[in-house]
């Protein structure tokens, strides 16, 4: 399985991709990786997940839109365990774009509030690293709110 490497002022964070649970969002995040829309961009959110993306950002569009569906009852069923990746939306559950976050924690009462947080990727559980990075990223935020901290460029592998 392929997976995008979020460098950011923290350190990396490897996010294995599950395109078994979530093809058309894997796809999608695929394409805005490749277009580059997350260089640059920031975590800016810290309470029970850690948010990413393009929130503030004046600079920054997303150039796909609204992912066209919610797979989060589709495929595979991942839950909104710590260290999975899940796209981002309102309280409408077609909506999701280009925001996602990490929960911190287990969060399965995201698995179906608002249509359910689609998870579409994971930090594997022996990737050290990974690990300190996320911890380190909402250890920071917590301590000083409003503070973002960078994501210097995303890539795929």
Not at 13 to 35: G, M
Not at 54 to 70: E, F, Q, S, V
Not at 81 to 90: K, V
Request: net charge neutral.
């Amino acid at each position: 399985m392929s997976t995008i490497t979020l460098q950011t002022t923290e350190g990396p964070i490897n996010l294995k991709l599950r395109p078994d649970a979530a093809p058309i969002t894997v796809q999608y995040i695929i394409k805005l990786v490749q277009h580059g829309l997350y260089n640059n961009s920031n975590f800016y959110r810290s309470d029970f997940v850690i948010q990413c993306g393009t929130h503030g950002l004046r600079n920054k569009t997303n150039p796909l839109g609204d992912i066209p569906a919610n797979e989060t009852h589709t495929n595979v069923k991942v839950s909104n365990t710590r260290g999975t990746a899940s796209i981002a939306h309102f309280d409408v559950p077609d909506n999701g774009n280009s925001e996602f976050f990490i929960n911190l924690q287990t969060n399965s009462h995201l698995d179906t509030v608002y249509g359910g947080y689609c998870v579409f990727a994971q930090v594997e559980e022996n990737d050290v690293n990974s690990w300190h990075t996320v911890d380190a990223i909402a250890k920071k935020i917590k301590a000083n709110p409003g503070m973002h901290v960078g994501i210097t460029k995303a890539t795929l592998s």
